[in-house]
């Protein structure tokens, strides 16, 4: 025990112990009389209490003193009576008044009449009908009655100065009508610190404290003629309390993109984008996807009244697409034999999901090439803890001679386990635009349930063909805010986009699987 209470002692910085020594001396000493004994500054004083009263040396008690005072409107009022009452005084004789003589008739200044007006109204004391100003009962009874906030008023003309502990009730009534009222009193709040030991205080002194002169900081001179070696030293306690700190860093959201397309660009991929408002023949018709077809409303589209229309890509494309969706066009299936209407092609859309990006990128490329983006995609979801009517979607194609259905089960395996996900499964699906068609899910332990994040497939001759593409293709459109979700373990979505400071100060730095 005694050798903890060496070693707190030790460890006190000498503002500390100067402290402490006052204490001993005066146990009701106030701050600034230790301020003014030891040389220290005020502040130095505070801030040496603050640290022993961590360290539960001692207790800090606040003492707040609150006092009142008249402002000039205040002090005009006290002498010649609250607006309110010199009306009063008027309608004593005459019981009503024109609301326009007021002014002459009471003697009040031009900004006292709307205050006037306003507390004979709520003191009921006066009724004001069609510009007229007439007399209560209730006025009348005030009349020899002077009201607790004007009583308090004629103190405060003598006194200067309330403090409100040295007021009787009816006073206190009064001073809070007129803290009601604007601009009439002025509080100050005086703010006393005293100190306390606790018995571990009363301990430390005790066993006594010598003040030394300690090196804080040491001098080139001090270290180059040995002086150091003699110097004496405070302890550093590595206990003592620090502040938090919350660097900057960068959205968890935004993170796991910048990871994404890191995994990309390393497995040799080409970034691409588009726009967010597509015409619905690059969203859609360009995919495959049947005008007539429900598939359009599958995914619960955004259509955008301005711009209604988007224009189209050049024609023969427009032409080679229409076919392959009436006939099968060049390719050697039926299509879906109906009419095309380049109208609904035209409509303007809010990208329901990546995969228009891939058809774009395929008609202006040639293969082979790898290619991949990232982006925002609109759908008309009901929020709830796992939808949003936005998110993101990683978006992939592969084209070229010999690939196959084997490699997008590879890079899809790849993609999963450098970003962490070892356990990811496959199953048969259906888009109109991909044949073989695959979801995919990864196996979250935490929850010990697969959970699905994507689709994925070898786009279909009917899309591959109309783009000039000769060679199979594989592609992939995959979520994100759900890898997130179980990168960051949250369980409603809405976490992503509600920046919670809180959450986001908290969120480890290094929360994420590094890239080799
Ligand atoms: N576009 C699909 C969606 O948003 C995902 C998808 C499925 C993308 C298969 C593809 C694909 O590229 O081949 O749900």
Do not use: C
Request: no cysteine.
């Amino acid at each position: 025990m005694s050798d903890d209470i060496t070693k707190i002692i030790n460890e006190l910085h000498i503002y500390e112990k100067k402290l402490l020594k006052e204490l001993e001396k005066d146990e009701n000493i106030t701050p600034d009389k230790i301020a003014e004994n030891t040389g220290m500054d005020i502040k130095s004083v505070m801030s040496a209490a603050g640290s022993l009263a961590s360290k539960d040396i001692i207790i800090m008690e606040k003492d707040v003193e609150e006092h009142f005072q008249l402002t000039s409107d205040g002090a005009l009022f006290a002498d010649e009576g609250l607006p309110e009452r010199r009306v009063i005084n008027v309608l004593k004789e005459k019981k009503q008044i024109p609301m326009k003589d007021l002014m002459g008739a009471a003697g009040l200044q031009k900004f006292e009449v709307n205050i006037a007006m306003g507390w004979l109204v709520r003191k009921n004391w006066a009724k004001i009908d069609k510009g007229v100003i007439s007399i209560t009962e209730k006025g009348e009874n005030a009349f020899n009655n002077l009201g607790s906030d004007e009583e308090l008023l004629s103190i405060l003309k003598i006194k200067h100065i309330i403090n409100p502990f040295e007021l009787p009730n009816n006073l206190l009534k009064g001073l809070n009508e007129l803290k009601n009222r604007k601009n009439l009193l002025k509080d100050t709040k005086k703010v006393d610190h005293s100190f306390k030991l606790t018995p571990l205080g009363s301990k430390i002194l005790e066993t006594g404290i010598t003040i030394k002169e300690q090196a804080t900081q040491l001098t080139h001179e001090q270290l180059e003629s040995g002086e150091y070696e003699k110097l004496s030293y405070r302890p550093y306690d590595i206990n003592a309390e620090s502040p938090n700190i919350f660097p900057g860093k960068m959205h968890p959201l935004r993170k796991i993109i910048e990871e994404i397309r890191d995994i990309f660009l390393n497995m040799g991929f080409t970034e691409s984008d588009g726009d967010i408002l597509n015409s619905a023949f690059w969203n859609f018709d360009s995919l495959f996807q049947p005008q007539d077809h429900a598939a359009r409303e599958m995914q619960d589209t955004f259509y955008v009244k301005n711009p209604a229309r988007v224009d189209l890509p050049d024609e023969e494309l427009v032409e080679r697409v229409a076919r392959t969706h009436e006939d099968g066009g060049e390719t050697s299936s039926e299509g879906w034999g109906y009419k095309w209407d380049v109208e609904v092609a035209k409509q303007s859309v809010l990208r329901t999901h990546t995969t228009g990006i891939s058809t774009k990128y395929l008609e202006s490329h040639e293969p082979p090439f790898k290619m991949f983006s990232v982006g925002r995609v609109f759908r008309r979801e009901t929020i709830n803890y796992k939808h949003l009517p936005e998110f993101h979607q990683v978006e992939g194609v592969v084209a070229g001679e010999n690939i196959n259905f084997q490699n997008l089960l590879g890079i899809l395996r790849e993609f999963y386990k450098k970003l962490g996900f070892t356990q990811v499964r496959f199953r048969p699906a259906y888009f109109p635009y991909t044949y073989l068609s695959i979801e995919t899910e990864v196996f979250f332990e935490e929850k010990d349930s697969w959970i699905e994040l994507g689709g994925a497939g070898m786009f279909r001759p009917e899309v591959l063909k109309p783009l000039g593409i000769d060679t199979p293709a594989l592609a992939f459109g995959l979520g994100i805010e759900r890898l997130a979700m179980l990168r960051y373990d949250i369980n409603d979505i809405r976490m992503l986009y509600k920046s919670d400071i809180k959450w986001l100060r908290e969120l480890p730095l290094d929360k994420g699987i590094k890239l080799d």
